[in-house]
């Protein structure tokens, strides 16, 4: 059908054109606390969408209410700084409207567990096409200092002097529990690692879901620093690549086996246990990647980090525009006119 | 036997039965024919809140009332002049809305000792001398159905449910209506299933022998065609006027209609209608909830297309964060409100007109939007127009008040010729030079409309306090006093762009009867009748509520007495009087129910004391 939209719009690349890293940055100034893990991730993102061969002017980020919700205005594209907890649903309808567009969603742990939770998981259950970063640092930054669902049990803050009473969420768990198509956790402190996810979250056909650990420095620093740092990194984190065995540790001495459907650190230096008895990585099975993603906060297995799950399924808007093709295979294109004068008519002379 | 024949101006029946009864149909029925006679006509249902309530209670009653005339009809009608009831519990619950000296028609099989019971009649009314001071007439429709179908052997099931085909074919023989527009209906309706054909088309022709060769009736009546302006007609409901309505805006603006709606009474209709149209490239989008309704529709409005979303009082109140967004961010969005009773979850199936202060002024901040209201049924097509235009042009959401009487109504509807659909097209920003996102025209102060997608136009835009031009977010004393002047005067100047605001009737005189909305035909008949009796009274109603008509105060002070009657606590009067400085008068009733024209007329009389 053509409208006004297609008179101004960019249809299909023409020749691809070079961007760099600094195309997509904005003029104006950064304004997150110096040392916030967000600085990272902004350059990541600024790194990965010149590989990605799409016109500038067909990115759209929308975020929520944040610290990471300002990032829109740090990128040169068209972008949304919207309400709280909101961003999946407004990208779900820019999406569903303009399946043209690359829309990203940036959010955090209040705006798109708490506050935006019922939009977060009916957008993963859709499957709608959009990439979602969630910067995960387990604390309100914005709001200086409250706990959030995904504080650690305890937590001692402005808003919890006792400690906080409440379970977190487990961020991949709910992902995939919501049906997401793929689902994904990385590292502020690992731009290696964060550009391939993103790149493949780019280029994911469906929801992409991707947990960034996150470091805030002013209200919760070092919550991850276990994960990030040199010391205890490889002790405390396994990556998941896909077809290989889990392994992990300084010297890759360890791996993770499936015990039942308990998955269990095995040596692999103690001479019971070779590679060949490990867990090999499988992102396509759902059934692995609830295993894997049930390994987070269990106090002896490692934290995993990568793609628990990397799936096709339709896309919910490509499923709009096939009912709209085949409503107008059967019925013909609608016509005002006719629609109008439908159903019983009479005539007064 | 020839029998007497009455003319009459104008009738109102109503068709009343257990909800299982058929009722709406048999209602739906005698409208068409009534329409296609030529019958100007006004029809309210009825619908038992309950989905299923149990069989035969006074809760599982169902109604649908018309009004018919030889002349212009405006409402479905203060009183029924006809009660026709299938069962006690249906008779019971509708008693109340006949007229004095009124005809009751009623199924005796209706009236067994268990639907007595649970209808909470101690004794059969149609016994015990309660009903002396109307002409009841009493008919086993039930046995007699079953006698015209024995020989069909058809099961129970089926026979009892065309029955109420028996009770049209006696109306239409009562109303000298023409059955071929019903049998015509019962041939495309069983096309599939020629038993059901034969058994409906029997039982309605036997409803009407048995009406003219016994002697139950002695009189039948006859209601001419009304002076209609001429054209093609059909009938339309509010509900399915806004659907319309919006799909013939998207065409006149060249951009795809986009719905962002959560099921709500009484609005789920529209959700319902739009999702047909799917070949007119409609995207209907049933959301997670009311927020994630009116945020998709932002975002898609942020694409470029013709944003929707539909609700009810509730629903506007959750979607009340994401309004101020679309009210900061300028972008373009159609919020219909089908107003049901409040506070609360309130009176879900029945009608109110209290959200209009929670849409003139019901958000955080400074945040004015423009409202539009609908009058009637069909004029909700032109209600949804007009706020899509207002929206496109000038970069704002627009709230449109329809209620769930005028959305759940229906009335004849002079189908529009599209060619006379304004164009209300507006061109995208597409020249990237010196773009900014929030430049203004200098005459709406609207800013410019650039979508995603168009090369060299990237900007952000968003919630926080934007920068005068640049849309940069700024905090600047100063700059957020002008941001909300500015705002506020964009909306204000939309008065220069709509119709001057014209009274039914005299321009000067005792009273002016000020309404906005469903309240239409109702005061436009009270005051009709009052003028005829040679009162010094007119009528005035509003379907612009924010920003009003530029002349409207002019208008006012013309009449020594201003009388407001809404179906609230006095909404529209506390605007008028804070604007206008007038000491207006308020007539309120809040029951769920539409006005009846006669309430409106006492109080004129009341109002202007003996004066004529
Ligand atoms: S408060 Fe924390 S999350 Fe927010 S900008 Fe500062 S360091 Fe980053």
Redesign the pocket.
């Known amino acids: 059908m053509n409208t006004m939209i297609d008179e101004v719009v960019t249809k299909e690349l023409i020749s691809p054109i070079k961007y760099s890293a600094k195309d997509f940055s904005s003029d104006q100034d950064v304004?997150?606390?110096p040392?916030?893990?967000?600085y990272a991730i902004l350059a990541s993102v600024q790194r990965v969408l010149p590989d990605l061969n799409i016109p500038k002017e067909k990115y759209v980020f929308i975020s929520g209410i944040?610290?990471?919700s300002?990032f829109p205005y740090y990128m040169n594209t068209y972008g949304m700084h919207s309400i709280h907890g909101r961003a999946t649903a407004i990208a779900s309808g820019l999406k569903i409207a303009r399946p043209d567009l690359s829309v990203w969603v940036i959010t955090?742990d209040g705006d798109g567990l708490s506050i935006g939770g019922n939009h977060m998981i009916h957008v993963l259950r859709r499957n709608i096409d959009v990439n979602i970063l969630l910067?995960n640092?387990q604390?309100y930054?914005?709001t200086?200092?409250q706990y959030s669902p995904t504080s650690e049990t305890g937590k001692v803050t402005k808003s919890t002097p006792l400690g906080s009473v409440d379970m977190p969420f487990n961020p991949a768990a709910l992902a995939l529990g919501s049906g997401g198509s793929f689902v994904a956790r990385t590292l502020d402190r690992d731009p290696k690692h964060m550009q391939g996810i993103i790149k493949r979250a780019a280029e994911h056909q469906g929801t992409s879901f991707i947990e960034i650990y996150?470091?805030?420095?002013?209200?919760?620093d070092g919550a991850f620093f276990q994960f990030t740092e040199k010391e205890t990194k490889s002790d405390s984190v396994v990556f998941l690549e896909h077809g290989k065995p889990l392994v992990f540790g300084k010297e890759s001495d360890k791996g993770i086996k499936l015990d039942g459907f308990s998955p269990v650190v095995v040596s692999l230096k103690d001479g019971q246990h070779s590679v060949d008895d490990l867990l090999i990585h499988n992102e396509k099975d759902s059934t692995l990647a609830f295993i894997l993603a049930n390994m987070t906060y269990h106090p002896e297995l490692p934290r995993p980090v990568g793609i628990f799950l990397a799936q096709d399924r339709p896309k919910y808007e490509d499923e709009v525009e096939r009912q709209i093709d085949s409503a107008i295979s059967k019925r013909g294109r609608g016509q005002l006119e006719k629609l109008l004068n439908s159903g019983d008519t009479w005539t007064i002379q | 036997m020839d029998k007497e024949t009455r003319v009459l101006d104008e009738v109102t029946i109503r068709f009343a039965g257990d909800s299982g009864d058929g009722m709406q149909l048999t209602g739906g029925q005698f409208t068409n024919t009534s329409a296609v006679m030529g019958n100007d006509l006004s029809t309210l249902p009825d619908y038992p809140a309950e989905i299923r309530a149990p069989k035969d209670t006074t809760y599982g009653v169902s109604g649908f009332q018309i009004h018919f005339g030889a002349t212009e009809i405006n409402t479905p009608g203060d009183h029924c002049d006809v009660l026709v009831a299938m069962n006690a519990a249906s008779l019971k619950v509708n008693l109340r809305s006949l007229a004095d000296g009124g005809i009751i028609i009623v199924n005796t099989d209706g009236f067994g000792a268990k639907n007595l019971k649970l209808a909470g009649y101690a004794q059969s009314p149609l016994s015990d001398g309660s009903l002396s001071k109307y002409q009841l007439f009493q008919v086993d429709i039930t046995k007699l159905t079953n006698l015209t179908l024995a020989d069909m052997n058809l099961p129970q099931k089926i026979v009892d449910k065309t029955k109420n085909f028996f009770a049209l074919g006696m109306m239409y023989w009562m109303f000298n209506r023409v059955p071929e527009n019903t049998l015509q209906w019962i041939q495309d309706k069983f096309k599939k299933d020629p038993e059901l054909i034969e058994a409906n088309t029997r039982v309605m022709k036997a409803g009407w022998n048995y009406a003219e060769t016994t002697d139950v009736f002695a009189v039948k009546y006859e209601v001419k065609p009304a002076p209609l302006t001429p054209g093609r007609y059909r009938n339309i409901s509010g509900n399915q006027a806004t659907a319309l309505g919006m799909v013939a805006a998207a065409e006149k603006a060249k951009l795809p209609l986009f719905l962002g709606s959560y099921p709500i009474t009484p609005a789920s209709d529209i959700l319902h209608e739009l999702s047909n149209f799917k070949n007119f490239g409609i995207k209907t989008f049933q959301a997670e909830d009311e927020i994630a309704g009116i945020t998709s529709a932002i975002g898609a409005s942020f694409g470029g297309a013709l944003a929707l979303t539909t609700t009810s009082g509730p629903g506007v109140a959750l979607k009340t964060e994401a309004i101020g967004l679309a009210i900061m961010t300028e972008l373009p969005l159609v919020i219909v409100n089908v107003q049901r009773g409040g506070p609360s979850t309130g009176l879900p199936t029945k009608t109110e007109q209290a959200d209009l202060l929670q849409a003139v002024y019901g958000r955080n901040g400074e945040a004015p939007l423009p409202v539009v209201a609908a009058s009637t049924p069909s004029d909700c097509f032109n209600a949804v127009f007009e706020a899509s235009r207002i929206a496109l042009k000038y970069m704002t959401p627009v709230m449109v008040l329809t209620d769930g009487y005028i959305a759940n109504g229906s009335e004849p509807w002079l189908i529009p010729e599209v060619d006379k659909l304004p164009d209300i097209s507006v061109k995208f920003r597409k020249d990237p030079n010196n773009y900014l996102p929030y430049l203004r025209n200098e005459k709406t102060l609207s800013r410019e409309w650039a979508i995603p997608g168009t090369p060299g136009l990237e900007h952000r835009i968003g919630g926080l306090e934007k920068q005068d031009k640049t849309g940069n977010i700024n905090y600047e004393p100063e700059n957020h006093d002008l941001m909300i002047r500015l705002r506020a005067e964009k909306v204000e100047r939309i008065a220069n762009d709509i119709p001057l605001a014209k009274v039914e009737g005299n321009e000067k005189g005792d009273l002016l009867v000020v309404g906005w909305g469903g309240t239409y035909g109702t005061l436009k008949t009270a005051v009709e009748r009052k003028r005829k009796e040679g009162k010094s009274v007119s009528h005035l109603h509003l379907k612009h509520l924010n920003p009003f008509p530029k002349n409207l105060g002019e208008v006012l002070y013309n009449f020594d007495k201003i009388l407001v009657p809404e179906i609230n606590m006095g909404q529209l009067i506390k605007i008028l009087r804070e604007k206008y400085l007038i000491p207006a008068i308020g007539l309120n009733k809040i029951q769920g129910l539409p006005f009846r024209s006669m309430e409106i007329e006492l109080k004129i009389d009341e109002v202007l004391g003996g004066k004529k």
Not at chain 1, 35 to 38: P, T, V
Not at chain 1, 214 to 220: A, G, L, S, T
């Open positions: 304004r997150w606390c040392g916030c893990g967000d944040g610290c990471s300002r955090g910067f640092n604390i930054g914005l200086k200092g996150q470091n805030c420095n002013v209200f919760n």
